[in-house]
Structures are given as structure tokens and as C-alpha cells.
């Protein structure tokens, strides 16, 4: 067969399979609801801190059948959420979020998760961002770390103002924590700035952490961090020790450490260790000379009480004496 003639039988071959063949069918539109955001983020990157702020995710339903928005679930309590729980086919739905940032200080992420019907997306994360600014700025920062040594009237002070230098006013400071910390606000003379100064009152060694607020007429009150670490002459760890379960035939068989070091003295100087030396056995061991000892505690488990136990060794020196519990159980 000639070439021409080949060519014309392929032709009609063609035409023969490509009507023999189905149609190739198009994508059939979702039967059930379908979810559709035309954002799932919005910034917000000059929020005033305590100002309320409010976002609007619109959204649609490109399904077939009625969606259903069964729950909106903020990550924080400063959240709340409304929003349209049915939704028909082609109508457009709304979540509106509602953001409360007093005590929010610099950038945050605020997050909702949506929980509706459709099958295919059924989980959705909606996203507040953005960054506060204060109403007064903190010239150290919004956290205050007050590190000092017992009797010596550990304090640390810090600048206030307004972000854009505008005239202040402060009406007062509230503190939480005045059993423990003196805080005390005073006023320059251009009315711009102030000065916060913080101290610790502790009459022994403490570690303590909690807010302080400056109170601002017309706004909401704004919160300080306060953490204070109030070192004694030596420190000790850990603060509790647990031996576990101990028997009467496991004399000297369970043993502890506690760990004595120098912090604010010249020196370390123990002057002596209050126990009772028929519960327990305790060795001292010099690591660093005048710096750091180690304690070795073994119970006396013949002479401790069946059960549960709790008894303490005293560490004394530098006329301040530390105690740390000894808890255990007898079996």
C-alpha cells in the first residue's frame, strides 16, 4: 500500500476511536458544604496597649449543601468570638474576633480555631498578629530583675514616659507584693518623666517573682514584672531532698547530696550542722576551699519510724542557718 494510502487509514482509524470512545467527564461541584476564607490572618502592627481590637473573617460557602460552623475556639481568654452558624449554598458567613489587650506588651499571636462541616476542611485556624505599644514606656524594660544581697538594700530604679514624649501622668503604683517589695514612684519636675524604684524588704534569703501595676488615668492599668533573687552569705540545693523508699536491712545504702556554695560572704564558714545524728549519717567533703561543700546524707533506717518521714538538717554559718527537708519512706 502506498504511502498516501496509509496516512488516509490511520486517519479513519482515529476518527472510528475517538467517537467509539466516551467523553472525558468534568469534575462534579462538592455535594456537601465547603468553607471558603478570603483571609485567615489579619496585623495589626501599631495596636495601643488596652485598646479592644475587632477582626472580621468573611467567608463562603462553596458547597452544595447548608454550612454548618459548630464551634469557634479562641487560644486565650482576652478573645471572644461571634459568628454566623448556618450558612447556605453560595451565601457569604462572617466570624468576628474581639481581642482585649490590656497586659499584652510588644508582639503577639492571637489564634481561633473554626470547627464546621465541611468534610473535607473541617478544622480551620484563624490568626490575630500584630505588636502593642505601651502607654507609658519603661526605660529598663517591662521586666525588672532586683539581684542583691541580704542587708544590703538590693533595689533597681527605672525611667518612665510617654512613647512620644507627650506630657504624663502616672496617678500611682499598686503592689501586690509589698510584704516583700517597697516600690516608689516619683515625678520630675518637666511633668514627662517619672521614676520607679523598686527594693526588697526580704529579712532572709528569697526568690520571689509577681506583677506591679501603674496606674494611668483614662487607660488600663499597666503591669510590671518583678523578679528578685535575694542571696544570703551561701546558698543552698536543692532545697528538699527525697530518698525514696528505704528499708531496715539497706543501712548506708541510699545516699543524698546537698550542695552548699559561697554567694555573698568573703567566705564559706560553716560553723555547724543541726541533725539528728542517730537518723541520719552526714559527711562533709570540701570541693573548693572557703567556696563550695558538698553533704552527704545516708538515713539511719533502724532508728527512723515505719512509714512515711520528714525531718530537716540545719546548715549554719555566718550566723544565718538554712534548712532543708528530709522526706523518705520506711518500708
Not at 216 to 245: C, H, M, N
Request: glycine share 10%; net charge positive; with cysteine.
Amino acid at each position: 500500500m502506498s504511502r498516501p494510502g496509509r496516512l488516509a487509514w490511520l486517519l479513519v482509524a482515529f476518527v472510528v476511536l475517538a467517537w467509539g470512545l466516551p467523553a472525558l467527564a468534568a469534575p462534579a461541584p462538592s455535594k456537601g458544604p465547603k468553607i471558603v476564607f478570603e483571609q485567615t490572618e489579619i496585623v495589626y502592627p501599631n495596636a495601643k496597649e488596652g485598646q479592644t481590637l475587632t477582626a472580621q473573617f468573611h467567608f463562603t460557602n462553596q458547597g452544595a449543601m447548608n454550612l454548618l460552623v459548630e464551634s469557634v475556639t479562641p487560644s486565650c481568654g482576652c478573645q471572644v468570638a461571634e459568628f454566623d452558624k448556618v450558612v447556605k449554598p453560595g451565601a457569604k458567613g462572617v466570624i468576628n474576633l474581639t481581642l482585649d489587650t490590656s497586659g499584652i506588651t510588644g508582639a503577639f499571636r492571637k489564634t481561633a480555631v473554626v470547627n464546621s462541616n465541611d468534610p473535607a476542611n473541617p478544622f480551620t485556624t484563624l490568626v490575630m498578629i500584630g505588636e502593642t505599644q505601651s502607654r507609658v514606656k519603661v526605660e529598663k524594660g517591662r521586666r525588672l530583675d532586683l539581684v542583691g544581697c541580704l542587708g544590703q538594700n538590693p533595689s533597681i530604679s527605672t525611667g518612665l514616659s510617654d512613647p512620644e514624649g507627650k506630657p504624663l501622668i502616672i496617678a500611682g503604683v499598686e503592689n501586690p507584693m509589698s510584704e516583700y517589695l517597697d516600690a516608689v514612684l516619683s515625678r520630675a519636675g518637666d511633668g514627662r518623666h517619672y521614676t520607679l524604684t523598686v527594693s526588697a524588704k526580704a529579712k532572709e534569703p528569697m526568690e520571689f517573682a509577681g506583677p506591679i501595676y501603674l496606674v494611668v488615668p483614662g487607660s488600663s492599668k499597666i503591669s510590671l514584672y518583678v523578679v528578685a533573687d535575694i542571696k544570703g552569705p551561701f546558698t543552698v540545693s536543692p532545697q528538699e531532698v527525697y530518698f525514696g523508699g528505704v528499708s531496715r536491712g539497706m543501712q548506708g545504702e541510699v545516699q543524698r547530696t546537698i550542695q552548699v556554695l559561697k554567694s555573698c560572704a568573703d567566705k564559706l564558714m560553716v560553723e555547724k550542722l543541726l541533725f539528728d545524728a542517730n537518723k541520719f549519717k552526714v559527711e562533709e567533703r570540701w570541693m573548693e576551699p572557703d567556696n563550695k561543700l558538698l553533704l552527704s546524707l545516708r538515713p539511719r533506717p533502724e532508728t527512723l519510724p515505719m512509714g512515711p518521714f520528714e525531718e530537716k538538717i540545719g546548715i549554719q554559718a555566718q550566723g544565718k542557718v538554712y534548712y532543708v527537708r528530709l522526706k523518705g519512706i520506711v518500708n
